[in-house]
């Protein structure tokens, strides 16, 4: 998949430079297009002071891209250099925290049933350091490690793959988009400000890494 970046980016600089900084991990405010392959693309909204998104959810679809293993990814990529705080999405326990090979450290918190009576899970991969551990609560917006490009399909480009996992019933559900979750509505990117409380009971993400504070516009 990371080659697939690297190709896009290499492309996308020889028809438009101004994108290039998304590429180099410094970019803001931009967001991927989707694959031609998913059919309930979201329109995203993003903030300029969000760092970027290199790479949308999707899972294959009816058009013919199931059994390919590009038609997965079942988060999305958010771009920025080693060491950048990656901050909870929403408060709850961690249930997971650990190293292996693929996908680095890997941090998994469990949030809980909300008042729809479905719970939820955030997964944060490719970490460079992890600062928490299993079994500890965590709020909104807490530091919870550093990005990274740890595990092989890091493919050494600094990025925090972040996933939704929510249950139907008593069924675990595969991951969903997560821009179905943000506290600001289905597409609408929100990042986390310390000042605003979004926790009204229902499932409500905000941006897994930091805005800045001072947004280039
Ligand atoms: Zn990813």
Redesign the pocket.
């Given at each position: 998949?990371n080659r697939i970046l690297t190709i896009a980016c290499a492309v996308t600089s020889l028809v438009a430079p101004f994108a290039l900084s998304a590429c180099t991990g410094d970019g803001y405010g931009t967001s991927a297009i989707y694959s031609q392959l998913v059919e309930d693309e979201i329109r995203v909204v993003m903030p300029a002071n969000a760092p970027s998104i290199s790479?949308q959810f999707r899972v294959a679809g009816n058009r013919g891209g199931r059994g390919n293993p590009t038609s997965f990814?079942e988060?999305i990529?958010i771009i920025a250099r080693v060491g950048t705080p990656v901050i909870a999405a929403a408060p709850g326990r961690v249930v997971d925290s650990f190293m292996e090979p693929m996908y680095g450290n890997r941090v998994v918190i469990d949030h809980g049933a909300d008042a729809t009576g479905r719970r939820a899970r955030t997964v944060y991969m490719h970490l460079d350091s992890r600062r928490v551990q299993s079994g500890m609560q965590v709020s909104r917006g807490q530091e919870i490690g550093t990005m990274g490009r740890t595990g092989v399909l890091a493919a050494a480009i600094s990025?925090l793959?972040f996933e939704v996992h929510r249950t139907r019933g008593t069924r675990i559900v595969t991951a969903q988009d997560p821009h179905l979750f943000w506290a600001d509505g289905v597409g609408r990117v929100t990042c986390f400000d310390p000042e605003r409380a979004v926790d009204d009971g229902v499932f409500r993400t905000t941006y897994p890494v930091p805005c800045r504070e001072n947004a280039a516009r």
């Open positions: 998949m790479q990814h988060g990529d990025h793959h």
